[in-house]
Each structure stands twice: as C-alpha cells, then as structure tokens.
C-alpha cells in the first residue's frame, strides 16, 4: 500500500495543485487558504515520497516542488487572459509531475547510483530557472501593481534566491566535494557563493525594476544572470576552470541579454 501510495503521488499532488487553481478561478478570496493547503500538502507528498531519510535530505528535496508551486500560485493571481489561466495551470501541473517523477525515480530505480544524480541536477537546474522567473515576475508584479515598496521586496529576492542556489549547489554535487578550494573546504567557500549570489541578484533586482520594461523581461533578465553565475560557480568547484568554459557561460548569457533587451518592448 505505502509502494502504491508513492507511485501515485507524483499524479495526485499535480492533479489537486491543478484543482486548487481552478478554485482561485472561481474564489479568489480563498488564496490564503489555498495557499497554506499547498504548503501542507507539499511538505506531507515529499516527506512521504522520500521514505526514511535525514530530515536536513527531505528539506533538500523539498525545496524545489515547495517553491515551484508557491511560485506558480503567485504567478497565477496576476494572469488575467482565461486561455493562458488554464494553459499555465495545465503546464504547471504537469511540470510538478516531472519533477515529483524525478525524486521517486531517485529512491526506487534499481540504477539510481548511476543515473539519478544526472537527472536530478538536470532537473533541478531547469526547475530552479523557472521557479525564479515566476517569483522576480511576482514580485515586480507587486511593485508594479499593489504597489509594494522595493525596500520590503528585496529581502523576499534575497531569501528565495539563495534558499534556490542552495537546492541548485546541493542538487548538482557541490556540497560533497572533499577536495580543498581556494585554500578552504568547498562546503564552507560554497555558502560564501550562496549568499553572494545572493546579495548580486537583490541588487540587480534593484536596478533592473528602473528599466523601462515589462516585469516578464525584467524578470528574465534576472534569471539569466542567475543561471549565468550559478553555472560559472558551479564550475569552479568541479575544477572545471579553463577559461574557454567560464567565457562560453559569459558569452552566452551575454549574448542572452543582448537579446532579450533586443527584442524587449521598451516603454
């Protein structure tokens, strides 16, 4: 019953996160509600997908499916076309289900040693994306349209970006690098990263809300400097330092920004 149970969550959770949009739908009122109903039910599918683990592992795992939903909720309230209401809670839905598809994969493939570790920083680095792009368009939402000051905001930008970059580091393998970097243990230089990162995507949060553009393309400047400077970090704890590696991650989110301020309508 409990094998049952598991393989059925990465189904049900997706199908009830998609009917609890479609309650906001018709009783927009109940987004508190919706909200903590999320939140709870989230916390109960990972704690019971994952099995017996350390609870700092299921914390871990959580993270990502947690933030992706809470993110999609608060996208979701600001869309006001019916069609793409229900085509991004369809894509949500079916989001979720790759990503909870993922985690039970990670704890019953008979190969899990050999392949889960691939799809899981696979996985995550996508995930991780698109959760931010849906928060930095929430929050200058926000800004834009409850009229929230950027001084209350930026701390929100703070903690969500470093709790990710912390999913992201763990996800992909950092934290167990033994190898010494730079002189200090990669665990101890990589929460130094963490929170500078941290601190670069509040500033740039900062700057780019006085840019004369949509909140979309605000928001996907932001993302594509993260995964900019997550994916060169990321890179010098593997050892992989060679310049050409760190210039094609610079060169192409260079070239990402460029165009996207290319084709951005600017206001």
């Known amino acids: ?39 709870f039910l989230s916390i109960l599918s990972i704690s019971h997908l994952t099995g017996k683990i350390k609870s700092q592992e299921k914390v ?5 499916p947690l933030f992706f939903i809470l993110g999609s909720l608060i996208f979701f309230i600001f ?30 493939h008979p190969y899990k040693e050999k392949i889960s570790l691939a799809i899981q920083s696979g996985v995550s680095n996508f995930f991780d994306f698109i959760t931010l792009f849906l928060f930095y368009s929430s929050f200058f939402s926000f800004r834009i349209f409850l009229n929230i000051t950027l001084l209350s905001l930026i701390p929100l930008v703070f903690l969500i970006t470093i709790l990710l970059v912390y999913e992201n580091f763990w996800a992909n393998g950092i934290f167990r690098i033994s190898e010494n970097v730079g002189g200090t243990t990669s665990e101890s230089k990589s929460v130094s990263y963490i929170l500078i990162i941290g601190i670069l995507l509040a500033e740039m949060f900062w700057v780019v809300n006085f840019l004369p553009l949509s909140f979309y393309t605000n928001a996907l400047l932001l993302t594509i400097v993260y995964y900019t400077v997550t994916s060169i970090s990321k890179c010098y704890f593997k050892g992989e330092t060679e310049s050409k590696v760190v210039k094609r991650y610079l060169v192409f989110g260079l070239f990402l920004i460029g165009l996207v301020l290319g084709t951005a309508k600017w206001k």
């Open 1 to 39: 019953m409990s094998n049952l149970l598991k393989r059925s969550i990465p189904i049900i959770l997706p199908l009830l996160v998609f009917a609890s949009f479609r309650i906001l739908l018709e009783a927009p009122h109940w987004f508190y509600g919706v909200f903590i109903f999320l939140v």
């Open 60 to 64: 871990n795992f959580l993270i990502a």
């Open 79 to 108: 869309i006001e076309n019916r069609i793409f209401q229900y085509l991004f809670m369809i894509g949500a839905a079916l989001m979720l289900a790759v990503q909870l598809e993922n985690i039970f994969i990670y704890f019953n």
